[in-house]
């Protein structure tokens, strides 16, 4: 077979197994077998130049790097929808409907799916352009990191209109917004305020790779273009899904509005359960020769329209904006508010993020503020009552000082948050570097506390953290509350630190951006800190996973003069600075590329042993089972779900014996 064939082939197929994973929740192949298969294609690919294409599925993984989007002209244009928050106004609209549409109609109810909005435009069945909503009449032009989201197509299945536009909304759902921030945080990262700002945030990075990388996903819900010759929104929805679209799956087709209010009412409550956030229910004429007799205001439809959902608010006083200085010195606005509840919690504080948004809401102490829960953890102020304030109140003015070591504040351009650059004299950034320390996934030292560290940098006893390996029993005994026992345990548990591996040593020094991930993927690399030391920007983003973010920021550590005398005395105390010659010799390659969960008890080792010998070869441990999973290790008393779901991704399930054997 010759090679246009073999890839043309192997094209098709990755394409219908990613449409039967994403899709319709159905692989039809493990992992393993679609990374040789995606594999044979890019070494076919980069044998023929001359056969690209930007639809091959080898292009999902992004690459580009788009320095400014391009801004194009929508060639239909994106309305948005009128809103309603009440059954009276739904109850209108449907008299609206009426007094138009002669004969009997149906409407269609759908999700509003809480994202950005997107149009795809096809072309002889190939994605050609993606475009965001912009101002409705141009958007950004976002085709390259589109085409990383594995739920929408590239080229389209079976027999479909030669010209057409699709639009729908993208979104991150529940579990991917989590695991995302979580990463963010372990890197010292500003975790996203809620899925729709990380969606739209992913959407306009600059490095598709990134892009490809999150967890973005796509409902389409409104295919537009003359060629359709389908009348009916309804079945219009049907052909998209079956040309391979991901549809709403939550439709339902109502014959009156009582039906309309009942499907509101159920989504209301029944919100909660679904694994991504929608902020309210839209509702469609079905027929298109209606909604066309229907036509448009001069924004939106007249055949549709959304209601949405309230975001439960409340209203209090805000008494007094005070300002936290985080372990980076990062400064955060609060406001300290009446007490006050809202959606059964009794909320006291509100976050004010930062400088911009204390002067875009123009809030001042003693206004009468609206305290919203929207999909953040922490509640919000989204409004002010102005008729309530007092005549002659001023704007707040944002502090230019520390206000705990009054150094004057910095902001460096393109940041929001303000910075103390004190992090030698700063108390919570001293006490925050040290907590950092000894937390459980660093140094793991469980004999201290937040408070215990709050009494020895008060008596002075430290100042950093290579301090607490010079502590002695007899410094910490006298001090206030603190028995024999617990100070035996703390003293014992900073001892027993000194066992603890390089890399989370690494992870343990607070460097910004260095994360777990990180911090292993260095230690392992570079084996020692001194190699680390030496180590140029070069050199540095040659390291699988470290860009030039994370290299400036080692570099910026490693240059300073005090981390360095910092270094200095950790070593002096025994603290590993260096992979353990046994661990570098027991190193292997044999597990690359491979990933692995482990679920049950074993007979021959512990569930760390087993993680230890998967990390030490090269494989990587993740905690629940996907399509990405290449091995579930399965003990006993495995639960029945691990299995049924492995054996549904078609993931192999391997004994610990049989593991053994595969590092040979
Ligand atoms: S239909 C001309 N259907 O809501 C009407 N929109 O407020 C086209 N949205 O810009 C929109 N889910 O971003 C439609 N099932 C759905 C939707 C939906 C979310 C968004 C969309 C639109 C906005 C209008």
Redesign the pocket.
């Known amino acids: 077979m010759d090679a246009k064939s073999r890839i043309d082939i192997l094209r098709k197929q990755l394409a219908d197994h990613n449409h039967a994973y994403y899709l319709l929740d159905n692989p039809t192949i493990s992992d393993f077998d679609f990374d040789q298969l995606l594999e044979e294609l890019i070494v076919l690919e980069k044998l023929h130049p001359e056969l690209f294409d930007v639809n091959s599925p080898s292009q999902r993984v992004g690459g580009s790097v788009n320095k400014s989007f391009e801004t194009v002209k929508h060639k239909r244009p994106?309305?948005?929808?009128g809103?309603t928050y009440s059954e009276d106004d739904l109850r209108d609209f449907d008299k609206r409907v009426q007094k138009v549409v002669s004969e009997k109609y149906t409407y269609v109810c759908?999700?509003?799916?809480?994202?950005?909005?997107i149009s795809l435009h096809y072309e002889n069945g190939c994605l050609k352009q993606a475009l965001t909503?912009g101002d409705g009449t141009q958007g950004d032009d976002v085709t390259s990191n589109v085409r990383t989201i594995k739920s929408i197509p590239l080229v389209l299945q079976g027999d479909t209109p030669n010209e057409f536009e699709i639009?729908?909304?993208i979104f991150i759902p529940h579990k991917g917004f989590e695991k995302m921030n979580e990463d963010r945080l372990e890197s010292d990262m500003d975790a996203f305020a809620n899925p729709r700002n990380a969606a739209s945030g992913t959407l306009k990075l600059q490095d598709s790779s990134v892009v490809a990388s999150r967890p973005l996903d796509c409902?389409l819900?409104?295919s537009l273009g003359d060629l359709i010759k389908i009348d009916s929104h309804y079945k219009r929805l049907q052909a998209a899904n079956k040309w391979g679209f991901k549809t709403?799956t939550d439709t339902r087709t109502c014959e009156t509005i009582e039906d309309v209010l009942e499907y509101v009412k159920h989504w209301e409550l029944a919100r909660k359960d679904l694994p991504y956030d929608?902020?309210?229910i839209?509702i469609?004429v079905d027929s298109l020769r209606q909604q066309e007799e229907l036509g448009f205001t001069a924004k939106?439809?007249r055949w549709?329209i959304?209601y949405k959902f309230k975001a439960e608010q409340a209203v209090t006083v805000l008494d007094e904006i005070t300002y936290q200085v985080g372990r980076t010195g990062a400064i955060t606005p609060v406001a300290n508010l009446k007490p006050v509840l809202l959606a059964g919690t009794v909320v006291k504080r509100a976050s004010l993020h930062n400088a911009d948004q204390i002067m875009k809401l123009d809030v001042r102490e003693g206004d009468t503020v609206f305290v919203e829960k929207g999909g953040e953890i922490i509640p919000k102020i989204v409004g002010i009552q102005t008729n309530d304030r007092d005549l002659f109140t001023n704007a707040t003015t944002y502090i230019s000082e520390c206000p705990e070591c009054q150094t004057q504040l910095i902001r460096k351009e393109g940041e929001a948050q303000h910075y103390c650059p004190n992090d030698r004299a700063c108390p919570p950034q001293i006490k925050g570097k040290i907590e950092h320390f000894i937390s459980r996934k660093a140094m793991n030292i469980d004999g201290l506390g937040s408070e215990t560290i709050d009494q020895f940098f008060r008596e002075g006893l430290v100042n950093n953290t290579a301090d607490l390996y010079f502590l002695s029993k007899d410094d910490i005994l006298p001090l206030e509350r603190m028995a024999e026992k617990s100070a035996s345990k703390a003293i014992s548990s900073i001892e027993e630190s000194k066992k603890i591996p390089f890399d989370r040593v690494l992870y343990a020094l607070g460097i910004r951006y260095v994360g777990i991930t990180v911090a292993k993927k260095l230690a392992y690399h570079y084996q020692n800190l001194d190699n680390l030391k030496s180590a140029d920007f070069e050199n540095l983003i040659k390291v699988d996973e470290i860009g030039d973010r994370i290299a400036k920021s080692v570099l910026d550590w490693m240059g300073d003069q005090q981390n360095l005398e910092l270094i200095q005395r950790l070593k002096k105390s025994g603290v590993q600075l260096e992979i353990e010659a046994d661990i570098l010799a027991n190193r292997t390659h044999v597990l690359q590329g491979q990933s692995f969960v482990i679920s049950g008890v074993f007979a021959q080792h512990s569930r760390d042993e087993l993680k230890k010998l998967i990390e030490n070869n090269g494989g990587k441990n993740t905690s629940s089972i996907s399509k990405k999973t290449s091995y579930l290790i399965a003990g006993e008393n495995m639960g029945p779900s691990k299995r049924e779901k492995a054996e549904k991704l078609n993931v192999s399930i391997i004994s610990e014996n049989e593991f053994i054997h595969l590092l040979g």
Do not use: C, F, Q, T
């Open positions: 994106m309305l948005s929808l809103n759908e999700l509003k799916y809480d994202g950005v909005s909503r639009r729908g909304e409902y819900y409104h709403p929608i902020d309210g839209v469609k939106s439809p549709a959304s």
